[in-house]
């Protein structure tokens, strides 16, 4: 189970510095499914680190890092989504500005490449909410735990995945 | 494109992210600490600025009504500006509490549903606490007038009346001009001067939270 209930010293610094390196891929991942650009993503992985800096004398050890890490850091992300929306707005961002950094062109597999340039394009055209769901869904998370991130019912949670499923079939 | 691609394409996805340099997390700097924190301060200090005001026209007001209550335009004038003045400091220590109470490790939808809920709070301070000083003003002129040992003697002065009347209707006017503002984001009439854009960012994240809520 992924706790820190064997962890000693909770509320020092290192132990969070530990959590954090060990769990970083939550927030990269957060951060990337939520902003575009490399700048605007490592300002978000900051700012989540930050909140998770500030929440972090308040975590329960007998819960799972990986639940907390994920509401802290999609409540930051959505949170900083919607300020963010009227700087692109005004600032005229092409939609696709911003996902070629992590695609490779040069790279050998032209099809996986194209694959996530794909999901890259579609991840970016979901809602706040329902990108949180995707990336919860796409990273394996048991229904359980996404139902105890976003805060709704496993039968809601369910449902919601499948017609996720249908959409990712029908517009990929 | 199957699941079984799109997933293989998210953990490729994921696995570039992990080498990226520019995502690496500079941890525990003082300063990125501190900015949680610092987020809210505009808004706090916003708020303790809204209570002190709250705390002056509660003075004002008491010293008013107190001083003339066998006069009653001022006793009038005086508990308005004492209830206007309770109304800032009950408004500002309410947005105050639900925005440093927030709890970024609560579920999404409940931090989602408290944003929306201090948002809607936040409107209504300004409803309540902003618009109606079209009028305020003039009462507290009046309260301070109030607040004389030798009282004014004859009618009310002409330009007290006027100034009522055109607060009365500018106030109006704010509140009909946000209440249309409020009709919905696409809605043709929803207000143009919403140049940042925040009164429509608001109300299209409460369309989408009651969407998510429903489907």
């Given at each position: 189970m992924e706790t820190s209930a064997a962890m000693t010293g909770h509320d020092h610094p290192q132990a969070f510095a530990d959590v954090l390196q060990r769990h970083a891929g939550i927030v990269f991942k957060v951060a990337n499914t939520y902003a575009r650009l490399p700048e605007d993503r490592a300002d978000l992985a900051q700012e989540i680190a930050a909140q998770l800096w500030h929440a972090w004398p308040k975590?329960?050890?007998?819960?799972s890092v990986s639940t907390w890490m994920y509401r802290v850091a999609l409540n930051v992300a959505i949170s900083h989504v919607r300020v963010q929306a009227v700087r692109q707005r005004h600032d005229m961002?092409?939609?696709?500005?911003?996902?070629?950094?992590?695609?490779?062109?040069?790279?050998?597999?032209h099809e996986s490449e194209q694959h996530l340039r794909l999901l890259q394009a579609f991840i970016a055209r979901q809602p706040p909410l329902d990108r949180a769901l995707l990336l919860l869904y796409l990273d394996e998370r048991p229904q359980r735990e996404i139902a105890e991130i976003l805060g709704i019912s496993e039968a809601n949670v369910s449902t919601k995945v499948g017609r996720l499923k249908q959409r990712l079939r029908d517009e990929l | 494109m199957d699941l079984d691609d799109i997933k293989s394409a998210w953990q490729a996805l994921d696995a570039r992210l992990a080498r990226?340099?520019?995502?690496?997390l500079e941890l525990l700097r003082g300063q990125k600490q501190a900015q949680a924190r610092r987020n809210l301060r505009p808004l706090l200090v916003g708020m303790l600025l809204q209570a002190v005001l709250g705390i002056g026209l509660v003075l004002l007001g008491v010293g008013c009504w107190r001083n003339n209550l066998e006069v009653p335009g001022l006793l009038a004038a005086g508990i308005a500006l004492h209830a206007f003045g309770v109304l800032h400091i009950a408004l500002a220590g309410i947005v105050s509490g639900l925005a440093t109470t927030?709890?970024?490790?609560?579920?999404v939808l409940a931090i989602q549903k408290r944003l929306r809920l201090l948002l809607r709070i936040q409107v209504l301070n300004s409803n309540l606490c902003g618009a109606p000083w079209w009028v305020m003003w003039v009462l507290v002129v009046i309260g301070f007038a109030g607040l004389s040992p030798t009282p004014h003697v004859g009618p009310t002065p002409t330009w007290i009346w006027i100034s009522l009347a055109l607060g009365i209707a500018g106030m109006v006017g704010t509140w009909w001009w946000a209440a249309r503002g409020?009709?919905?984001?696409?809605?043709?009439?929803?207000?143009?001067?919403?140049g940042a854009d925040g009164i429509r960012r608001n109300l299209r994240a409460y369309d989408e939270l009651e969407r998510f809520e429903r489907e």
């Open positions: 975590y329960d050890p007998a819960r961002v092409p939609l696709d500005d911003g996902l070629h950094d992590l695609v490779d062109a040069a790279a050998p597999d | 990226q340099d520019a995502l690496q927030l709890d970024f490790a609560a579920p409020s009709r919905g984001p696409r809605d043709p009439l929803a207000r143009m001067d919403d």
